[in-house]
């Protein structure tokens, strides 16, 4: 938004996908966006039709703010179980400009996910690392993991 004589004028809406399962942003939600510099990185769970995923797939993208643009949308991971709106991931990053993901689980597993380069999603995450057996608090994980790193 820019502030002008007349008020706050808000720039055209830039869309980053079409096929958000939904967004789960209430009482052990995490944030779906985490800007670092001048990018925001964005996660989202998707709807799909193929039944025999092994859960809801998660995708991020990076909008750069200067060039009011998204970057192709990169698939993270699963979130066991498949079309599960409660799904939804959690997204921060480390005090090294590292992105992490956690996929959102249903009563199911939740896995960490942590991008090669800093603040950089186009070398993709590394290899997921299972967080917990079973939960429902993507909030928890997340803090969890911020914690892990700034601890390391």
């Not at 079409?18 to 995490?30: D, L, Q, R, V, Y």
């Not at 597993?109 to 800093?118: A, D, E, I, M, T």
């Not at 299972?130 to 429902?136: A, F, I, N, S, V």
């Amino acid at each position: 938004p820019v502030v002008t004589d007349d008020g706050l004028s808000l720039p055209e809406a830039v869309p980053v996908t079409e096929k958000c399962i939904g967004m789960c942003e209430h009482s052990g939600g995490a944030s779906f966006a985490r800007t670092v510099g001048s990018t925001t990185h964005v996660v989202w769970a998707e709807m799909s039709d193929e039944d025999d995923l092994p859960g809801t797939p998660t995708y991020a993208a990076t909008y750069d703010r200067e060039s009011r643009t998204v970057g192709e949308p990169l698939l993270v991971g699963y979130a066991p179980p498949v079309n599960d709106s409660h799904n939804a991931p959690g997204v921060c990053a480390d005090s090294e400009g590292f992105i992490h993901v956690v996929t959102g689980a249903h009563g199911d597993h939740f896995y960490h996910y942590r991008s090669k380069l800093p603040n950089d999603l186009s070398e993709g995450f590394e290899d997921a690392v299972e967080m917990l057996d079973h939960g429902r608090s993507v909030r928890r994980v997340v803090i969890h993991v911020v914690a892990r790193v700034h601890l390391c």
